[in-house]
């Protein structure tokens, strides 16, 4: 199973930026971000694919998040620009999703992080 090591989750104002990391400890073809807040379902915020670097958001953060990938380091990185409150999740890194074309599909997902807290205030 591939092992994922998350970092850069921490408290930040509205309209701050913050990047996200998570190395792999070997390559997969999907990684993704998702999000989960307290008393809410984890939902996908991102995806990139392979050797493409073919990139999927979430509609509640185009245009303020972007997902990238160094496949040389096994890393994938999430920025965040202009954060805000509802943003405030537990943010988690998956790879090696299986049985399904849906990158929002968590089950599908074989390795999960730990999860890093993303804390944005008003």
């Known amino acids: 199973q591939v092992q994922l090591v998350e970092s850069g989750g921490r408290s930040v104002q509205a309209g701050g930026s913050l990047r996200l990391s998570c190395t792999a400890s070997e390559y997969t073809s999907v990684m993704a971000w998702f999000r989960q807040a307290p008393g809410k379902e984890r939902e996908g915020v991102a995806a990139v694919y392979g050797r493409s670097r073919t990139t999927f958001y979430a509609d509640s953060v185009k245009g303020r998040f972007t997902i990238s990938r160094d496949n040389a380091e096994n890393t994938v990185y999430l920025q965040m620009n202009s954060l805000k409150p509802e943003d405030t999740a537990m943010y988690y890194c998956?790879?090696?999703?299986?049985?399904?074309?849906?990158?929002?599909?968590?089950?599908?997902?074989?390795?999960w992080g730990q999860g890093t807290q993303v804390t944005v205030s008003s």
């Open positions: 998956a790879a090696d999703l299986r049985g399904s074309s849906d990158w929002r599909y968590s089950p599908g997902y074989k390795s």
